[in-house]
């Protein structure tokens, strides 16, 4: 965006789209969008970014998930069957492996959809309808968030967001990946926009997780 010192309707417009809640890092320093925050900056590697210290990676290649919402899901939305084909995208490009285990057992990754304060504390608590659509903390924490206020549809019309669509970015931040603020048509772009359908992963996505992990 160019920056004209006033707030014009270009802004306006990307104020209004809905966004990831994994706060950005610029140059160290964190950059909030509206009232969440993460724990984690990341450092720039090429035109995708990492997670640090370390950076933050895995240790393994094979991760487990299992699904834990205290808010109802629509049975609609298919969410297993969405949530395997999402994890699939990133396991075809790397060298994980990714298995669902039942809700009472110990995972890697916990995948729920909730309301308002969940229990990330008051600085990660969901908005609501537009703002915030999900958040998800880096390795090894594993905890994958949507709000459940949101309009989901795995068909999305105009004003309803694509699950898998999100579902893929969130992954990326799963396995490490921070937000590529200038690249929009990557899966890890931190804005998004309802009745958008973008569920395929770029060069700069696949390119980042290989290269976080050692695999070109």
């Given at each position: 965006?160019?920056v ?12 209004m ?16 969008h509206?009232?969440h925050?993460?724990k984690?900056?990341f ?36 969410l ?8 699939n995208?990133?396991a075809q ?18 995948i ?52 898998e669509?999100?579902a893929?970015?969130?992954i990326?931040h ?8 200038g ?34």
């Amino acid at each position: 965006m160019n920056v004209t010192g006033s707030l014009d309707s270009n802004t306006v417009n990307q104020m209004m789209k809905p966004r990831c809640g994994v706060a950005d890092f610029v140059n160290g320093t964190k950059q909030n969008h509206h009232k969440h925050n993460h724990k984690s900056g990341f450092h720039t590697v090429g035109h995708y970014q990492f997670y640090f210290p370390g950076p933050r990676r895995w240790s393994k290649s094979r991760l487990t998930y299992r699904f834990d919402s205290s808010a109802p899901v629509p049975a609609s939305l298919n969410l297993r069957s969405v949530i395997q084909q999402s994890f699939n995208r990133w396991a075809q490009v790397s060298h994980f492996t990714f298995q669902e285990v039942a809700e009472n057992l110990d995972a890697d990754i916990v995948i729920g959809f909730h309301r308002g304060s969940h229990g990330d504390g008051e600085n990660n608590r969901f908005d609501g309808p537009q703002g915030v659509f999900a958040h998800a903390f880096a390795p090894t924490v594993g905890d994958c968030h949507f709000d459940a206020e949101e309009r989901w549809s795995i068909n999305p019309g105009q004003y309803e967001l694509d699950l898998e669509s999100v579902a893929v970015h969130e992954i990326g931040h799963l396995l490490g990946l921070s937000h590529e603020s200038g690249k929009p048509d990557s899966i890890m772009y931190d804005y998004f926009e309802y009745g958008k359908i973008k569920r395929e992963l770029t060069a700069d996505d696949i390119q980042g997780i290989r290269v976080l992990y050692g695999l070109q």
